[in-house]
């Protein structure tokens, strides 16, 4: 596959334009990753046919759904896994599991879809890494509501890429994969208690001096550690998303509070500023717009809103029942609802594998952009009644 230069620059421009378009003075705010993909659509060949997926836009692609899974993995905060809020995510991710399964063996029963662990699993998922900003920015972080929605999108991610990579590891066929699963289940815990207290002087001193500097020490180990347990955990045939996410939950019990906030800075620069965007834009230029114009995976669209809404929120809406007013158990169940970012991810590695079609995947990634546009929406409206 050749590598066009002039893609990279039309990737490069949707994604500078992409914040600005989310930003345009509307009634319905667009979450900027909704953008990207759909700007993606636009350009890519099935519209403009101004980018096409080469060599280059690949890999990067690749590193920038690698970093996607680091930062989600960064953004589990030990704090929100312990308490009320922490058992309610739980059993509304176990709750949720159940539904999302049930609903996608009875979908593949009547021949509606096909792998339907994978589809059950992408039901389950939560957009925590876009929930955040939209929170922060309707003031409801705080909220006793903003932090159940935090806790469960926690669970959201955590428990879906987990399922993943034990999904893949049984259907390879090949049962010592779920041993290697453990074998680096147990690697990523050494390394993180290792993280944790290994704390020498020198390299102390340096991470501080290097912060500001050209030598960005911190930055450097913490990329070092994505690499090495994606490496890692790609030699021991598992999914690079599982070791992504372990690096980026270590790197998150290391850099907690106050005096991380400049290296959170930097890995959000790296990360949203470059790299995951590159990855949606380029699902989106991959998006397989014409399987819309088939009238049965057309139908399936506002189906799998639904139906994350029935999975995500109705747990949420049920389980609150004593801690919340009916009005905020909607504004949660909603909220809780939200997804793409895992659901692009999942549908990515499920179609590189051969598990899913093209036209389930289509579906799939767009009824959680309509979640992740409507949804949010539909929940900050409810709390600021």
């Not at 980026?248 to 990360?271: Q, S, T």
């Not at 793409?340 to 799939?364: H, K, N, Q, Y």
């Amino acid at each position: 596959m050749e590598i066009s230069r002039e893609t990279v620059v039309v990737v490069l421009a949707v994604a500078a334009l992409a914040p600005l378009l989310a930003d345009l003075p509307r009634r319905v705010r667009v979450p900027v990753v909704v953008t990207e993909i759909a700007a993606g659509i636009i350009v890519g060949p099935q519209v403009l046919d101004l980018a096409q997926p080469d060599a280059m836009l690949e890999t990067l692609a690749q590193f920038g759904l690698a970093f996607l899974f680091f930062m989600a993995g960064m953004e589990i905060d030990p704090a929100n896994l312990r308490g009320r809020p922490a058992e309610l995510a739980a059993r509304g991710w176990v709750a949720s599991l159940a539904l999302g399964m049930a609903a996608a063996f009875v979908l593949w029963s009547v021949n509606g879809i096909g792998a339907p662990v994978l589809v059950g699993l992408a039901l389950t998922t939560s957009a925590l890494g876009a929930l955040v900003p939209i929170l922060r920015d309707a003031e409801l972080a705080d909220h006793r509501v903003g932090r159940l929605v935090l806790a469960g999108g926690a669970a959201g991610e955590f428990g879906p890429i987990v399922a993943l990579s034990i999904v893949l590891a049984v259907a390879s066929g090949e049962p010592w994969r779920t041993v290697l699963l453990v074998v680096f289940a147990v690697v990523a815990i050494a390394a993180g208690v290792v993280a944790t207290r290994a704390r020498p002087p020198r390299v102390v001193r340096l991470i501080e001096a290097t912060m500001h500097s050209s030598g960005q020490l911190a930055l450097r180990l913490a990329l070092l550690l994505l690499g090495v347990l994606v490496v890692l955990a790609g030699s021991l045939g598992l999914d690079i998303v599982l070791g992504a996410f372990a690096a980026g939950f270590i790197v998150g019990l290391v850099a907690r509070g106050e005096d991380a906030h400049d290296f959170h800075v930097k890995l959000d620069a790296v990360g949203y500023g470059f790299l995951i965007p590159i990855f949606f834009i380029n699902t989106g230029i991959g998006f397989n717009l014409d399987a819309l114009g088939d009238l049965g995976t057309l139908v399936l669209v506002p189906l799998f809103a639904v139906l994350f809404l029935v999975a995500r929120g109705l747990p949420a809406w049920l389980l609150t029942r004593a801690e919340l007013v009916e009005r905020e158990r909607t504004a949660l169940a909603f909220m809780t609802a939200a997804a793409l970012p895992l659901v692009v991810a999942i549908t990515e590695v499920a179609t590189e594998t051969g598990r899913l079609s093209e036209d389930d995947a289509a579906a799939l990634v767009g009824a959680a952009m309509l979640s992740l546009l409507v949804f949010p929406l539909v929940g900050t409206a409810l709390l600021k009644r």
